[in-house]
């Protein structure tokens, strides 16, 4: 099997994985820039040491996209959403402190509203609303979702 093959196969497995460890798990879409990875990385290690939990990531190194993963393993349902919500909290203060978003494939989405607005600037949120209007100028398409007009 070619090098790429075994790349890809691994990669395919990954979630696979994730799932042998933990069925129950949250995977975040973050993304710094290329030069800030092993800083992010660090961060998410340490975060990770504190809460005592694991949290594997891979991502696309090229365009500086991780996902990370906070898994659940034995936790029960209290102790899975204390801990997520501040593992999440942290990643997402760790990440913007390293000039990046919470947002890298996949936008912000519902569960991430309170987070972005957050952490992003009058500016941008002000972009966003553009789009937003330029795209949708009825706000026929999940209105209220994602940004308040």
Known sequence: MASEERIWKARKAYAEA????????????????????????EEIDKIAKKYNCR???????????????????????????????????????????LEGSLTGEHGVGAKRVEAAAKHMTKEQMTVLRSVKVAFDPNNIMNPGKVLPL
């Open 18 to 41: 994730l799932r042998m460890i933990s069925p129950v798990y949250c995977m975040e879409d973050i993304v710094v820039p290329v030069s800030n990875i092993p800083k992010a990385l």
């Open 55 to 97: 949290i594997p990531s891979a991502g696309h190194a090229g365009d500086g996209n991780i996902h990370c993963t906070v898994l659940r393993e034995d936790r029960d349902e209290h102790a899975w959403h204390d801990l997520k919500d501040a593992v999440l909290a942290e990643i997402y203060a760790a990440v913007y402190e």
